[in-house]
């Protein structure tokens, strides 16, 4: 093969990488040899975190630490769901008092609030992972979660889905929130 052969085929190797999601540079393009990260990441304390009466929803596809490589990088993450009869804007005041005193700073998210959605708050550590704070609707946890949330309360007060989740790189090291 001459050299403008071997430059071809190399550029080739290195298109098709590039398309296809695939990357040479990255140590952790699957999740084997992760080792203990995913359960470091799922006791992390910012996920237990809840508003007084908040009750843990244990069971689904939110229980726990996981570590997935679908997207040509492996990632961690861990989650957690709550119910809490009250309004979403209580949740939102309860963690911004006290991710702050946790260590923890909210970051301002521009365009995360999608149509008809509540806004997100994400929270960064200088030496922790980054966290999210999200609300899901009854439908979102049937299909993505597989929890049966029940039927909605009667009366005046809201019943309100929680989605607490941190996410770290492979190597259980930090990640900014976006």
Known sequence: MNMIGLWLLLATVLVGATLSGCSFLSPFTTCEGTGPEPAALDELSA???H??????????????????????DAWLSADRLYVYDGSAADVLAYYARELPAAGR???ELPGAVPEGRIPVTCFESP???????????????????????????TGSVPRTWIHVFAEASADGSRMDCW
């Open 47 to 49: 996920l237990d975190l």
């Open 105 to 107: 700073h909210p970051v």
């Open 127 to 153: 030496d922790r992972p980054s966290g999210t704070v999200d609300f899901e609707t009854p439908a979102d946890l049937r299909e993505f979660y597989q929890v049966d949330p029940g039927p909605e309360p």
């Open 51 to 72: 508003p007084a009466g908040a009750r843990s929803v244990a069971g689904g596809a939110a229980d726990g630490a996981t570590c997935t490589d679908d997207s040509g």
